[in-house]
């Protein structure tokens, strides 16, 4: 069965307690062997010293002394080590006084049983209630030797205080779970809302909502999380599209190429009508191949599949090849074409995919502008870039259409571009190959006509 969130950080919670009161508790009771014992031990000496002094001159009054001295939170004890043995006060739990710390004292010494009681980790001296535990010192009353030993009766002295800590450590301890659990909520609820927008997501639902006005690392996360869904649906529109777009352009063809065979097969035709409806299944076969195989280099770069051989070539002499394949066109619709190339621009990448650029933005120019029209072609170097302008002198393309230009299958004038065979593969075929030759390619289009700005890098 799995575990919620919530009893997790229960479990977390009630360990990083635990572990932090037996931590807190060890340093404690290092501290305490290491610095208070001997302190603690020598204060005990200086007020059984007091006992003594006093006992001594009112050897009297020494019971009576003690008794008082015993109510106000002391544990004594006296012997003459033989029979003679007074315990005044609480009794000590054990009494495990050996004879040898007896014959000590009643031979003048002075008894550290407080100093010398032995370090342990899970026990602090200054609560155990043995005889041991004490500090003895030698007395003498009505001319026999006695040996004193004392020790703070702890319950007597801090009874209360121990029931008053006790409790603010329980009720501290409790009120802090509590809390912490409550607060919790706070963390562990847009969790679970991602969590519900991820089952969204496989189930094919981007529209996601999440609150974004958290400003930390939870709604760092919901936001990234919302633009991740978009960027999801759009893909995922794109993928749509591009289906759609695929299955009508092969369409078309098919149709085309199956309605005319059944015309040539089952018709009594001309010689002429036969060669004119040939030509049309030929143009729909090229055209065919050329949707394929533009489909598969645009499916090759963008899987990465494509092997960028890199060469070192001049720019002025590779675009004057493109110009030079498409000058019958030119010279067909009477193009004036300028070219403002420095000789001296070399560029490194691969020579193939970078000649289908010039030719796909010239050939669109060639195509798409007036007869009698002119196309430029420029080229500078600007802070280790090559800055390349192809610009027509044509009718504009339409604001409208920009931002949709290097789109799959997307066609200014749908209905001219399907009759003069074009794919509208050929702009995101040249966005591709100049998006991993590392530059950048931008449109800008007014009335008086276009420029295509491609940017790369420089030798």
């Known amino acids: 069965m799995r575990s919620s969130l919530y009893f997790r950080v229960f479990i977390i919670t009630i360990a990083v307690i635990v572990v932090s009161g037996i931590l807190g508790f060890l340093f404690s009771n290092i501290y305490y062997h290491v610095k208070l014992k001997p302190f603690n031990d020598e204060k005990l000496v200086g007020i059984a010293q007091q006992m003594k002094r006093f006992a001594e001159q009112q050897p009297e009054g020494m019971d009576s002394y003690l008794h008082n001295a015993a109510a106000l939170g002391y544990e004594i004890y ?4 033989r029979a003679d043995e007074r315990f005044y006060g609480r009794e000590f739990r054990e009494r495990d006084l050996d004879e040898s710390s007896i014959k000590l004292v009643l031979a003048g010494n002075v008894y550290h049983g407080v100093a010398q009681f032995p370090n342990e980790p899970f026990i602090t001296g200054f609560f155990d209630n043995r005889l041991s535990n004490t500090v003895g010192v030698p007395i003498q009353v009505d001319n ?33 779970i509590a809390l912490f659990l409550i607060s919790t909520r706070y963390l562990v609820k847009p969790i679970e809302s991602l969590t519900d927008a991820t089952k969204r997501i496989v189930q094919g639902n981007y529209n996601l909502r999440l609150p974004t006005k958290r400003r930390d690392e939870i709604g760092q996360l919901a936001e990234h999380f919302m633009t991740m869904s ?26 085309s190429i ?16 036969r060669k004119h409806y040939a030509s049309i299944i030929e143009e729909e076969s090229r055209h065919l191949s050329l949707l394929s195989k533009q489909l598969l280099l645009l499916s090759s770069l963008e899987q990465g599949q494509e092997t960028l051989t890199q060469s070192t070539f001049s720019l002025r002499d590779h ?32 020579d193939v995919l970078l000649m289908q650029v010039w030719m796909n933005l010239i050939g669109n120019a060639v195509n798409h502008i007036s007869k009698g029209r002119s196309i430029a072609i420029s080229a500078e170097e600007v802070d280790r870039k090559c800055i390349i302008i192809i610009k027509d002198t044509g009718d504009g393309i339409a604001p409208e259409h920009i931002p949709f230009l290097f789109d799959r299958f997307y066609r200014v004038d749908r209905a001219r571009e399907r009759a003069s065979g074009h794919t509208g593969l050929g702009l995101a075929i040249v966005h591709k190959i100049v998006r991993i030759h590392g530059g950048t390619i931008e449109v800008q289009s007014t009335p008086e006509g276009t420029r295509f700005i491609i940017t790369l890098s420089k030798l």
Do not use: C
């Open 78 to 81: 006296m012997t003459d080590g």
């Open 144 to 176: 026999q030797q006695y040996a004193l030993f004392m020790r703070p009766d702890i319950i007597l002295q801090f009874g209360e205080l121990r029931i008053f800590f006790a409790l603010i450590g329980l009720l501290t301890v409790g009120i802090s």
């Open 230 to 255: 978009g960027e999801l649906e759009r893909v995922e529109q794109g993928r749509q599209q591009f289906v759609s777009n695929v299955s009508h352009e092969i369409q078309s063809p098919l149709t």
């Open 258 to 273: 199956q309605g005319f065979a059944k015309v040539l097969a089952e018709r009594d035709l001309s010689l002429e009508e």
């Open 319 to 350: 675009i004057r090849q493109a110009v030079q394949v498409l000058q019958w066109q030119l010279e067909e619709k009477e193009l004036l074409i300028k070219m403002s190339v420095p000789g001296s621009i070399l560029i490194r990448g691969n």
